[in-house]
């Protein structure tokens, strides 16, 4: 099992990314996906999840409006569109899959996630 994330980079306050996270090895279209990230010295933290479907997902207050998750099961990827960036958003992003098909109540929680990816820097400067 394999989850290849792509796409970060260094960028100003309120340029755009896209992440990427390539699956393989893993039934991708019956996991929810989602991303994490975690900055030097802090937790991982929740960002964004998207359940098997694209018909629910989830997103931390602090991305609200500004950030999209987006799956492509066809292709056994998922997206994070990363709008109007702020030098907090500034982080080490991970891929995460969760065996279940639906969005956990736990979405947060990292722990209930099985397969990890190896991360992709974002560094937004002011």
């Known amino acids: 099992v394999q989850l290849q994330a792509s796409g970060g980079g260094s960028v100003q306050a309120g340029d755009s990314l896209r992440l990427s996270c390539a699956g393989s090895?893993?039934?991708?279209?019956?996991?929810?996906m989602a991303w994490f990230r975690q900055a030097p010295g802090k937790e991982r933290e929740f960002v964004a999840a998207i359940n098997w479907s694209s018909s629910s997902s989830r997103y931390a207050d602090s991305v609200k409006g500004r950030f999209t998750i987006d799956r492509a099961n066809a292709e056994n990827m998922v997206y994070l569109q990363m709008n109007s960036l702020k030098p907090e958003d500034t982080a080490l992003y991970y891929c995460?899959?969760?065996?279940?098909?639906?969005?956990?109540?736990?979405?947060?929680?990292?722990?209930?996630?099985?397969?990890w990816g190896q991360g992709t820097q974002v560094t937004v400067s002011s």
């Open positions: 995460a899959a969760d065996r279940r098909s639906y969005i956990s109540d736990r979405y947060a929680t990292p722990r209930i996630y099985t397969y």
């Open positions: 090895g893993i039934t991708f279209s019956s996991y929810t």
